[in-house]
T-cell receptor
């Protein structure tokens, strides 16, 4: 049973564009929603995360939008660069449940010149 | 440098052999996690440990075993009972209660021939 659904599977944008990656979750007990960036052959790196008490969080060029009623959250990358080409994973966890992360299936992003 | 180390980076084993993957952290984190990554499936939790000498099964624990004798170390053994052991294995750690962020190591790619 997949509890976090991520889309699209892959995405190509032009340099300077704003790719948007979406995730939907089912378990309303989730209370922490991180995004990870992964380059080929490397471990995932934490990009940005949000708690359900806020609807938006920005860190540099990365923004999370969170819609608690729709049980959806998304990642926006402003002014995307070729160096942003990577696989992005959304995830969710419950603080009281050992903070076990449930991951989406990933989005391969390519930013073209 | 503080961080999480995993060794080896690449590991090859014959079918039917047990193999142990190393994970060490010098971040003084209380919790440690093992995830498995397969193409197109995101990351899935194998085992996690919140304190020394205690650990819990994740979603796909069958065919794996762990130990947590020291705070900084959380080795994973892939046994011959694991039917599809070829995968990318990732270790993560997290500071204590009330902290949500999990940080990942560089991973070990296991290939069973």
């Amino acid at each position: 049973q997949q509890q976090v659904k991520q889309s699209p599977q892959s995405l190509i944008v032009q340099k300077g564009g704003i790719p948007i990656i979406n995730c939907a979750y089912e378990n309303t007990a989730f209370d922490y929603f991180p995004w990870y960036q992964q380059f080929p052959g490397k471990g995932p790196a934490l990009l940005i995360a949000i708690r359900p008490d806020v609807s938006e969080k920005k860190e540099g060029r990365f923004t999370i939008s969170f819609n608690k009623s729709a049980k959806q959250f998304s990642l926006h990358i402003m002014d995307s660069q070729p160096g942003d080409s990577a696989t992005y994973f959304c995830a969710a966890s419950i603080a009281g449940g050992g903070n076990k992360l449930t991951f989406g299936t990933g989005t391969q992003l390519k930013v073209e010149l | 440098d503080g961080g999480i180390t995993q060794s080896p980076k690449y590991l090859f084993r014959k079918e039917g052999q047990n193999v142990t993957l190393s994970c060490e952290q010098n971040l003084n984190h209380d919790a440690m996690y093992w995830y498995r990554q397969d193409p197109g499936q995101g990351l899935r939790l194998i085992y996690y440990s919140q304190i020394v000498n205690d650990f819990q099964k994740g979603d796909i624990a069958e065919g794996y075993s762990v130990s947590r004798e020291k705070k900084e170390s959380f080795p994973l053994t892939v046994t011959s009972a694991q039917k599809n052991p070829t995968a990318f294995y990732l270790c993560a750690s997290k500071a204590g209660t009330g902290v949500y962020e999990q940080f990942f190591g560089p991973g070990t790619r296991l290939t069973v021939l």
